[in-house]
């Protein structure tokens, strides 16, 4: 994903300086313990949270998703999810059924989307988390975290939100979607570095850490703080990245995410309509670009997903992702399995003039299929 | 650090980015502050203090207190580098 400008310098700044946050007083640990609390004010106004020391640094989404599940969860409890879910969620949850922790997948239905009252029913006395993902990674389908998460909480379960795909992409505030937590990556459509991610904890979760060390506070203690961030944050921060992440989330919060939105939707409406008119194409995931975020999965008749990214990539230098994305239960509901599906995902600097050039050489691809 | 000629008020948070939090707050709330490293005395901690004046001091719990945003101890730093605990905040 292309970044905006500004985050490759802030990067580079942040390692030629080389200060470490939060273990000295000097003026370089200061500024390093300045870009991640910038970060972190950033992420709490985009999210429309008060307190931002509720928002955890991760390396990415999978790390704060593995510490939500592993976290929150002990043997006897029960978790629900969903067929779509990526395998940062699935894995974890299948790891965690091995020391005595019951997991309910809830199928979506034949549209992508998970339907919250199926959700809502599978929730049991002992349930402990409901685990789900805001949009697919596959399908791009938008799915009903609100409803869920207000459903999960009448019934004493917390939320856990997957939003690696619509963080930075969809508008939505911690108050409109009642998780209590919520996980993402930096890279996507958050316009930040690899190597960022985070994990938002609402107060009142009681949550293990996931790995316990340094955090420069409480330093004559065997025991790890108790208190934000700092209890889910130990060792050595990526504050290069963030201090990249901080730049690109200022001009995430300037643009406004409702402004990415709706050109993306353009883009997307523009992308739908233009492939479901060449033959041998289909398109997965709801057709209406409101009903999902800024990817659109597809098969071309007869050739291998792998084959339509190699030539997209060779012959029109168009990258896309091939395969199953990280989430083989999505394909099987798809009927995708295992082949998987190639995925285009245009970003807040795509422009009309590139849907075009690829949707004319989707056409030529196609048409020269046999 | 260098020996103080007037008294100044240290202010000991949890963490970095309560420090952090709180030289927001306190700027915003137009209280002349500046970070420093913890002074060695007051805790083992590697991390940072805020240092104010006296005259300051009530202005700077309103406006912390306000922001749920209370230091964990306080701490009169006077020539000759005695340190005395304020309990009342």
Not at chain 1, 313 to 340: D, M, Q, W, Y
């Amino acid at each position: 994903m292309p970044k905006p400008k500004g985050v490759a310098e802030s990067v580079a700044g942040a390692i030629r300086r080389a200060g470490n946050p939060g273990r000295s007083g000097h003026a370089l640990s200061i500024r390093s313990a300045r870009d991640l609390f910038v970060a972190r004010e950033r992420l709490a106004a985009l999210f429309g949270v008060r307190d931002s020391s509720r928002f955890v640094f991760a390396e990415n989404a999978t790390e704060a998703l593995n510490q939500a599940i592993k976290g929150i969860l002990r043997p006897g409890d029960h978790a629900v999810t969903t067929s779509l879910e990526h395998n940062s969620v699935m894995r974890p949850l299948r790891r965690m059924e091995e020391g005595g922790v019951s997991v309910t997948v809830v199928p979506a239905g034949p549209g992508g989307v998970v339907d919250a009252g199926a959700v809502a029913a599978a929730i049991r006395k002992n349930t402990r988390l409901v685990a789900v993902v805001h949009a697919s990674n596959v399908t791009g389908a938008i799915q009903p975290v609100a409803k869920i998460a207000r459903a999960a909480r009448r019934a004493g379960a917390f939320t856990l939100v997957d939003a690696a795909q619509s963080a930075g992409s969809i508008p939505f505030s911690l108050a409109d979607i009642p998780a209590d937590m919520l996980a993402a990556t930096g890279h996507k459509a958050l316009l930040g570095p690899q190597g960022t991610g985070f994990l938002y904890v609402r107060e009142g979760v009681p949550l293990v850490p996931l790995i316990e060390g340094g955090t420069g506070s409480r330093s004559e203690s065997d025991h790890q703080p108790d208190f934000f961030p700092d209890a889910l944050e130990s060792g050595t921060q990526n504050s290069v990245g963030i201090a990249g992440l901080a730049v690109s989330l200022a001009w995430l919060l300037r643009r406004g995410v409702e402004t990415v939105r709706r050109k993306e939707e353009e883009l997307l409406g523009d992308l739908i309509s233009g492939m479901e008119r060449i033959p041998g194409v289909t398109v997965f995931g709801p057709r209406d670009p409101s009903r999902r975020v800024s990817l659109v999965s597809f098969l071309v008749e007869g050739m291998d997903p792998g084959v339509v990214g190699m030539r997209l990539e060779k012959t029109f230098g168009i990258l896309v992702r091939a395969g199953l994305h990280c989430s083989p239960n999505s394909h099987r509901t798809l009927g995708t399995f295992p082949e998987g599906t190639v995925r285009v995902s245009p970003g807040p600097f795509s422009t009309r003039r590139e849907i075009s050039g690829f949707l004319a050489a989707l056409r030529k691809i196609a048409s020269a299929r046999r | 650090m260098a020996r103080a000629a007037h008294p100044e008020v240290i202010l000991i948070f949890r963490g970095t980015h309560q420090v952090m939090s709180a030289e927001k707050i306190l700027k915003r709330g137009g209280v002349p502050m500046r970070l420093i490293p913890v002074p060695r005395r007051l805790t083992s901690d590697c991390g940072l203090a805020i240092r104010i004046f006296p005259p300051d001091k009530d202005r700077a719990r309103k406006v912390l207190s306000r922001a749920k945003l209370l230091p964990r101890s306080v701490h009169i730093l006077r020539e000759g580098e005695v340190y005395e605990e304020e309990p009342c905040w």
